[in-house]
């Protein structure tokens, strides 16, 4: 049933539907479930973080009515402030690169955000760059009293994914369904914390694994390494992610998550990005060691839409 006339457009986050898959899923696995976060305002999971840091910021005081809002990103978790920001009325600028996504960048621009671009080295993402990044922020919040939203040790983030993770609940209950395995890749770990506590809360048997690139080990074996994975595995273990929120660490081959772009947009309808393809290949790995009569639940981070302009399609649409 369609709902009434809604009175912001900021209650429209969340609410997302899980979806079944069955033609990728080979014979003998697991259920493989999908929550699709496509349809937030932003096409990305990052508005429920936006939302909540914001709305917690302005409850604790520590932002001011018509403050700016400052924060570094390669794109999504900007295009989300930028959107929060712009519905309730604070200035905000986002720290960006040129190495960025242009969509993403404008995606900014369009909200009304102010993007400051910190040239790259040669268009690659380096330590030093996100460094420099970092340093511009320092001197926003200095110069303009800044409120610096801090996302990778903002552990009000955690608060908009606990939705996401009883939304997911009640869907599952609602069809009778136990999740026995949750999986997804971190960057921040803001959405795997997040939904990890809400899950072991209610499920205490649910195994959760942490997924991250082949290359760039982090979590599981302490160094990192390069990927092209956008909003994943940024170089650091998180500091959002505490060791009881999860049971496993699972590498996966960038390259085979990024061949399953294209089946699951054409074999499912899910139509997503290269992190999102990469929690469906880490689902798939657990789906077959669960088996049949199990279920593995991840989620799909945001839109394909955003990255049309990228090679993740290109294979498909060259045929
Ligand atoms: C496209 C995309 N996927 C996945 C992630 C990882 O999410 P989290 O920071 O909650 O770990 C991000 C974070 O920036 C992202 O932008």
Redesign the pocket.
Known sequence: MSRGVIDSSLATIGDTPVVRLHRIVPDGSAQVLVKIEAGNPTG?Y?DR?ALAIIEEAERSGALRPGQRVVEYSG???GSSLAYVCAVKGYPCTIVSSDTFAQEKLQTMRAFGAEVVIVPSDHGLITPGLFERMRHAVDRIVDEESAYWTDQFHNTDALIGYDVLGHELLQQTERSGIVIDAFCA????????AGVSRTLKAALPEVSVTALEPTTSPMVSAGHAGPHHV???ATGIV?PLLPSDLYDRVLTVDEQSARELAVPLARDEGVFT?T?SAFNIAGALHLAKEFGPGRTVATVA??TGLKYLAGDLYRAGIDQ
């Open positions: 990305s990052k973080m794109g999504s978790t890749a971190v960057g921040t770990a803001g959405m795997l956008e909003g994943i998180p990005g992190s981070c945001d």
